[in-house]
């Protein structure tokens, strides 16, 4: 079986005062392109379909025409909600789209939803979990003891494990890990603070593949068979070097599968730039890309500019950001940087270098402990 795994659509989003929406548009289309061309049975759609759990009016007749197209070409859709979307919505009019073999499983109902189907090679259990919080999870399992994001979902695995005797697929939108390798993480994505939300990939084994979702970036975690397709666009600065794709996975006999990449070229990339005023204005330098990308400007002038912004938009409309970097700069920078230490006590300076380190929010509880160090050691918390 040969199905299309995506994520983190996050229609409706917007970059500063930008609207996406002919962006996310033309990248829905080029996928139907794709679907088209490749000809997959399936999509799966791993969670964050709407940037807001109330989105705009118009990100929601988006998708419903994309949907649409689908079920126009007979493809099976299976989606979970990932953690910005709001379940109960996506779950509205489930039982009707089911009957166009469009599967939605937005909300967690105690155990993973399993969709069954068939190849040539036998069945492929698809096992459907929507984006969970141990809270979630303590309301289904009162008796047992859940503190963490993978206690949670290595419950919920284990009360319906995956079936050995045929391939088994899981859908999923977490964080996840592999021992001490973490995914890359980028600025658009949405982060638990002073929670441990990290699952490791272990949790996985039995599953044939894994179809995540919650990172921007596509990329493999723990085994090539367990993948963040990653966003079909750009949402930050910080993915500027990112090259989107969806993923593509080709399922054999049991045990046999290939993955494949496609890649996905946006309406307006997102860039960054940098140099003298004059020469980001010079036609040599503009005409070699598309002037309508949405762009971060990094002037190195060191003299005074009289509105470069003005002067920067007449050439690129889409510049959203603007900054300088030249001695002026490094000199306000650095003062700001030396008051901000100056302002914190140990304390914060110890979560700050923990969040450098792990890429995660330093837990409540060791917080409080750091703090309670610091105060018996004779200084300021």
Same mark, same amino acid.
């Given at each position: +079986?040969? #199905? ?87 779950? #509205?009019?489930?039982?009707? +789209?089911? $009957? ?28 459907? =979990?929507? #984006? ?6 303590? $309301? ?10 993978? !206690?949670?979902?290595? =419950? ?35 982060i638990n603070l002073g929670t441990l939300d990290n699952i490791d990939a272990s949790a996985f084994a039995g ?29 930050? #600065? ?16 049991k045990g046999v599968v290939n993955i494949e990449t496609l890649a996905l070229r946006p309406l307006r990339d997102? $860039? ?31 003299? !005074? ?16 950001? =603007? ?51 610091? $105060? ?6």
């Open positions: +079986m040969r #199905f299309f795994h995506l994520a983190d659509l996050h229609l409706g989003k917007r970059l500063g005062e930008c609207s996406l929406y002919e962006d996310q548009k033309y990248i829905l289309g080029q996928i139907l392109e794709l679907t088209d061309r490749y000809a997959p049975q399936a999509l799966l759609i791993a969670g964050d379909v709407y940037d807001k759990s109330a989105p705009a009016a118009e990100a929601v007749a988006l998708f419903d025409d994309f949907l649409t197209e689908l079920a126009k070409r007979k493809r099976i859709v299976l989606l979970i909600s990932g953690n910005h979307d709001s379940p109960e919505r996506l779950n #509205f009019g489930g039982r009707i +789209m089911a $009957r166009q073999n469009i599967y939605l499983c937005g909300l967690f109902n105690g155990q993973a939803e399993q969709i069954v189907l068939e190849d040539c090679h036998g069945k492929i259990i698809f096992h459907l =979990l929507p #984006f969970i919080r141990p809270a979630q999870a303590r $309301r289904f399992y009162p008796e047992e003891t859940i503190d963490s994001y993978e !206690d949670a979902l290595r =419950l919920i695995l284990a009360a319906r494990p995956p079936d050995r005797s045929c391939r088994n697929v899981l859908m999923a939108h977490q964080f996840i890990t592999s021992g001490a390798c973490r995914p890359e993480r980028s600025d658009s994505e949405q599953f044939d593949y894994v179809a995540l979702g919650h990172m921007h970036r596509p990329q493999s975690i723990g085994g090539q068979h367990i993948r963040y397709a990653g966003s079909p666009l750009k949402y930050s #600065f910080s993915e500027a070097r990112h090259q989107k794709s969806l993923t593509m996975v080709e399922l054999g006999e997102l $860039r960054q730039i940098k140099g003298p005023l004059a020469k980001l204005l010079d036609p040599a330098v503009y005409e070699q890309a598309n002037r309508e990308d949405y762009l971060h400007v990094t002037l190195t002038d060191e003299d !005074d500019l009289i509105a470069p912004l003005d002067a920067l938009r007449q050439i690129y409309p889409n510049v959203l950001r =603007l900054d300088f970097a030249n001695s002026r700069a490094a000199i306000t920078q650095a003062e700001s940087a030396a008051s901000t230490l100056q302002h914190k006590t140990p304390a914060e300076l110890f979560a700050d270098f923990y969040r450098l380190q792990q890429n995660i929010e330093l837990p409540d509880d060791k917080q409080a402990l750091v703090e309670e160090i610091f $105060r018996e050691l004779g200084g300021d918390a």
